[in-house]
C-alpha cells in the first residue's frame, strides 16, 4: 500500500519567496551599482532599498498572521495556537505563530494538524 503524500498548504512558501525577492533585489542593487560610493548613494537604486525592506518588513509581519485553510476539510485555520512540534512531539505551552521555531528542539515545524478533521498537512 503507497502512503500518499501529504497535502500542502504552501505558508513557508511565502517566507521563501519573501527572502528570494529580497536577496534578488540585493542582488540587483550591488550589481548595478558603480565604483563610486557617492555617485550610487544619488542612484533611484539607493533611494528604493529604504522603502523595500520596509515594506518586506511590513509583508512579513502580515504574513505570518494570515490564516490557513486546511486542504482536506477547508475550514479556515488560525496560524497563532498552542501548537505540538512534529519532531519532538512537545507542546509549545501557550500560543505561537506556526513560522517561530519550536521552544524545545529549536525547529520550524514543517507539519500542522487539523483542530477540526485532525488529518496532518505541510505547512
Request: glycine share 2%; proline share 5%; aromatic share 16%.
Amino acid at each position: 500500500m503507497e502512503e500518499k503524500p501529504l497535502s500542502s498548504v504552501f505558508f513557508h512558501f511565502r517566507f521563501k519567496f519573501l527572502a528570494i525577492s529580497c536577496i534578488a533585489f540585493l542582488m540587483f542593487v550591488i550589481l548595478s551599482s558603480s565604483s563610486d560610493f557617492s555617485r550610487f548613494s544619488d542612484s533611484v537604486q539607493f533611494r528604493l532599498m529604504g522603502p523595500f525592506f520596509l515594506i518586506s518588513g511590513v509583508i512579513f509581519l502580515v504574513f505570518r498572521k494570515f490564516p490557513i485553510k486546511c486542504p482536506h476539510c477547508a475550514r479556515v485555520l488560525t496560524t497563532r495556537k498552542d501548537w505540538i512540534c512534529p519532531n519532538c512531539k512537545k507542546k509549545q505551552g501557550k500560543d505561537r505563530y506556526l513560522s517561530e521555531k519550536c521552544i524545545h528542539c529549536r525547529q520550524i515545524p514543517a507539519t500542522s494538524f487539523c483542530d477540526r478533521c485532525k488529518k496532518e498537512f505541510r505547512l
